[in-house]
């Protein structure tokens, strides 16, 4: 465990800013800042999607003039599977995140507030 | 209604369930096989950095993956490492592995994002379209410095942008980044000059054309090589800008569409600055 966890300071990271995040959402009642809460429960997520997938010791999957990912038969670089996923997931959450925001602004023209409880309120 | 329950009660409750969120992640990570013990070997990914995705199958079962006593890849498989500048007629011929696998092994992913990020900005479009808001006017007006500043800083921008997205392949960022980094010129355009807006006709029928030549460069390989999104160019040699073959074509057009529906999205979301 110890060696898989050489990048603790990346999990630990991800593993606080999921947690931030979650309590964010939880705690807030206005809109804006659950979508701000999202937000950051994303960068959490991929920042621990990269992590797992990355090695004090690893180097980036780029060929360079002195950058070698192959050497005597070993694989030296990083996997690079989990940052082509993660640069997916970058993109989509940027798109959610527009579309939410555009969401909310509609609420607070409807209901002058971003207020869920007052929402629900005047909904009865 | 739950309204009356005290916040305090409520804080204590979000720290419990946040804390036994981490506390169960942390013992299901202890709970999994020792960093040794994990086959990481399995996957393929990793072996895309070998740029044969047959080849790298055979010499699985032996790889490691930085452990400490780590056994080279099998030998009795022949295999010529890839040096920089020199390697040509690879399988994939872009020196950024990642990009490699975003739009040549994983294309019609790709396209799938592409798909979303388009319904997002349809939908951003959508739901703001025709808005006529009441805003308070500006409280200061642009300056002289910030206007012309603003117009010199969009140029080396959209350069850079530009630059980043044709040199996906072979540097860090391609499409998306590039993307972004034009419309965020954009913005700059915004906070420049009252009352800029951007050609809208002419971003959608941009948008809508570079989105159209991805699907185009797609039905091409699915003529030429007999299944979609397949690479039809010469992969030339690695590190060279005319490489990688189709690679940087569909980063043309993503960085294209990209760049102009943030822009549009950027326009849309922008609180009109009408004279009230």
Same mark, same amino acid.
């Given at each position: ?124 | ?143 002289? &410095? ?19 997205? &044709? ?13 972004? &980094? ?87 979301? &922008? ?6």
């Amino acid at each position: 465990m110890v060696d898989f966890l050489q990048n603790w300071v990346y999990l630990t990271g991800s593993m606080a800013l999921i947690g931030i995040g979650l309590y964010i959402v939880l705690t807030n009642t206005n809109i804006f800042r659950i979508i701000v809460g999202l937000n950051i429960i994303d960068s959490g997520t991929n920042l621990f999607i990269v992590t797992i997938a990355w090695h004090p010791k690893s180097v980036m999957p780029i060929y360079t003039a002195t950058n070698n990912l192959v050497v005597n038969g070993h694989v030296i670089a990083a996997d690079p599977l989990p940052q082509s996923l993660v640069l997916t997931a970058i993109v989509i959450g940027l798109g959610t995140t527009a579309l939410a925001l555009a969401i909310a602004v509609k609420i607070y023209q409807k209901y002058g507030t971003l207020d869920v409880r007052k929402i629900k309120e005047e909904d009865r | 209604m739950m309204s009356d329950t005290p916040e305090i009660v409520k804080k204590v409750f979000a720290i419990f369930v946040v804390g036994i969120f981490i506390v169960g992640f942390f013992v299901t990570f202890t709970q999994m096989p020792k960093g040794n013990e994990v086959n990481v070997n399995d996957t393929v990914s990793r072996f895309y950095v070998m740029k044969d995705v047959d080849q790298a199958t055979q010499m699985l079962d032996k790889g490691t993956y930085f452990n400490k006593d780590m056994v080279p890849l099998r030998n009795d498989v022949p295999y010529t490492p890839i040096t920089f500048g020199k390697s040509s007629n690879l399988e994939d011929g872009a020196a950024n592995v990642v990009t490699s696998i975003v739009v040549d092994y994983r294309g019609f992913d790709t396209l799938g994002e592409v798909t979303v990020l388009f319904l997002a900005a349809s939908g951003v479009m959508l739901v703001l379209h025709g808005e006529k808001r009441k805003v308070p006017k500006k409280k200061t007006e642009p300056s002289e &410095i910030m206007y012309v500043g603003t117009r010199i800083a969009f140029a080396v921008i959209f350069l850079f942008g530009i630059y980043v997205f &044709i040199h996906g392949h072979l540097t860090p960022g391609g499409g998306f980044p590039g993307g972004a &980094i034009i419309a965020s010129g954009i913005l700059g355009l915004f906070l420049g000059r009252k009352g800029y807006s951007p050609n809208k006709a002419g971003l959608t029928v941009f948008e809508s054309l570079s989105g159209m030549a991805y699907v185009i460069i797609g039905i091409i390989g699915l003529v030429a090589e007999k299944s979609f999104l397949a690479n039809f160019l010469p992969t030339g040699t690695i590190g060279d800008l005319f490489s990688a073959g189709f690679i940087a074509l569909i980063y043309i057009a993503i960085g294209m569409k990209v760049g102009s529906e943030l822009s549009a999205v950027t326009n849309a979301m &922008i609180v009109d600055t009408e004279e009230d």
